[in-house]
């Protein structure tokens, strides 16, 4: 879909789309891609995957991957920047319970230069039901994560 929107597309050796997926690589490839572009997605399909296979283990550790090299990372990154941000969430839910996409609500994570925080709590379906805040539309995040 970048590709489609005229987004340039970073090869990361070793990425394969699921739990196995080079992280490293994909966290690094994002702190250099900082220097040159205004935006820098990530995408990562490890916990998707775990959850379409009903292992809570591997969901697990694939979450402890995503945050030890990609989230951490970047967000150290970052720092040297005067104005960033960050937005960290899935693109749909996958609950263990069913191993299928769901139409529950997407929980996302923000923070960064003028982002006011709603709740500080561990990032969680739950922590983020807790908020109360909810976006209805999806195609309404990005503005909000870019304007708010």
């Known amino acids: 879909m970048s590709i489609l929107i005229g987004f340039d597309l970073i090869d990361v050796p070793g990425a394969t789309g699921f739990v196995d997926t080079n992280y490293q690589g994909k966290g690094s490839a994002a702190i250099e891609a900082l220097d040159k572009y205004d935006l820098v997605f990530v995408h990562i399909e490890g916990p998707d995957e775990a959850s379409h296979n009903g292992n809570a283990d591997m969901k697990k550790k694939a979450i402890e991957q995503i945050d030890k090299h990609i989230v951490g990372p970047v967000y150290e990154a970052l720092q040297n920047y005067d104005s960033w941000r960050i937005l960290v969430g899935p693109d749909h839910p996958t609950p263990l ?52």
Do not use: Q
Request: hydrophobic content about 40%; charged content about 20%.
């Open 97 to 148: 319970r069913d191993g299928a996409h769901s139409a529950e609500p997407v929980p996302f994570a923000m923070a960064g230069t003028g982002v006011n925080g709603i709740l500080h709590a561990n990032f969680s379906e739950a922590n983020a039901a807790k908020s109360g805040f909810r976006i209805d539309n999806g195609f309404e995040l990005m503005e909000y994560f870019l304007k708010s």
